[in-house]
């Protein structure tokens, strides 16, 4: 029977919540009392996450385990199983429990009274350090800021989104996929749901600073080049006052017989502007990488192995890269 709710979660060494989250999930969705599928993508776990995903799988008919062939990421996970879901509501979430599974009927309760896409929006972070708030701050007041898109402030991937919305967004081609961006870039008509986020159920986070600074940069420069305009206008505030400087010299040369004194100022100014040149050298590099990295069209994601589904190979044949190619070309 096709499914009217698709749950996608993905799975990177997640063994300890996996169970209770299963748990949670399927008591919450039986009381919609309509078709669901769970769609668990392990994203090349480590641990035992995949041996536990498969014995559900193995043990509901709701619920099919995608097995991707390496770890790629939060985003193509994501990814993964968008593409194979098949209900007319695909809904996002976390699988550490910090999205709680309590809010969907409320979530689908908004989708059903027309809305496209019903974003979770965060009230409050519980659990999560000083650091991580206050950097999600300083994250989405500069994102809002560079972007052109309206992104909410306060939102993770978890959402629910309507059948045509989620087509919309697997048909973008992008590599580098910062997916609540491109949901909101999609448009249809968008609403906040507001929840209290919880403290992760068990084990640690899979985003490390290092993760968070490359998810930064992907959503940055996804949506927007204004850091690129900012780069000019930067140098070209330095190259004019340079210009004023360079004056100031020459007049110091000419009228004075102090110009042998000027050492210092002169290593300041070198040390700035080298660094000044570095820095947006480096910012051209970021932009220049993804343009690298988009024409090769990889696909986002391998699939390794599906379980508890029979349209695997069907899927397989018009996934995410030949899909791509064939819109573009
Ligand atoms: N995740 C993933 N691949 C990764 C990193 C994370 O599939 O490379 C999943 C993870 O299992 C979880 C979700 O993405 O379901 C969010 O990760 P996490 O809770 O660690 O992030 P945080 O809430 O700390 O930002
Ligand atoms: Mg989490």
Request: net charge neutral.
């Amino acid at each position: 029977m096709k499914p009217v709710y698709s749950v996608v979660i993905p799975l990177y060494n997640e063994e300890e919540v996996i169970a209770e989250t299963y748990g949670r999930l399927t008591g919450v969705m039986q009381t919609m009392n309509e078709p669901y599928e769970l769609i668990f993508v392990d994203d090349g776990s480590r641990d035992g996450t995949a041996k536990i995903a498969a014995e559900i799988a193995a043990g509901d008919p709701c619920v099919c385990l995608i097995s991707l062939a390496r770890n790629f990421g939060h985003m193509p996970a994501i990814t993964a199983g968008m593409e194979y879901s098949r209900g007319d509501a695909v809904i996002i979430i976390d699988a550490d429990l910090q999205d709680p599974p309590e809010a969907l009927p409320h979530m689908a309760a908004l989708w059903k009274s027309g809305y496209d896409v019903v974003y979770g929006k965060r009230t409050e972070r519980k659990g999560e350090g000083f650091f991580k708030k206050l950097s999600a701050k300083l994250f989405y007041g500069f994102i809002r800021k560079m972007t052109p898109v309206d992104l909410p402030a306060d939102t993770g991937e978890f959402r629910l989104m309507d059948r045509k919305v989620c087509d919309a967004v697997n048909r973008l081609g992008e590599t580098h996929r910062y997916i609540r961006g491109l949901v909101s870039w999609v448009g249809f008509r968008q609403t906040a749901y507001e929840y209290v986020r919880e403290k992760r159920f068990a084990g640690s986070t899979k985003y490390p600073l290092r993760k968070m600074a490359a998810f930064a940069m992907d959503a940055i420069t996804a949506f927007s080049y204004k850091p690129l305009k900012l780069a000019t206008l930067l140098g070209a505030a330095v190259s004019l006052s340079s210009f004023l400087y360079m004056l100031f010299v020459v007049w110091q040369a000419i009228f004075t017989d102090t110009t042998v004194s000027g050492w210092a100022s002169i290593v300041v100014l070198l040390l700035f502007t080298q660094g000044l040149v570095l820095m947006i050298l480096g910012l051209m590099g970021e932009y220049i990488g993804r343009i690298f990295e988009e024409t090769k069209k990889r696909p986002v994601y391998i699939v390794r192995e599906v379980l508890g589904r029979d349209d695997f190979f069907e899927k397989n044949r018009k996934s995410h890269n030949s899909d791509t190619i064939a819109c573009h070309n």
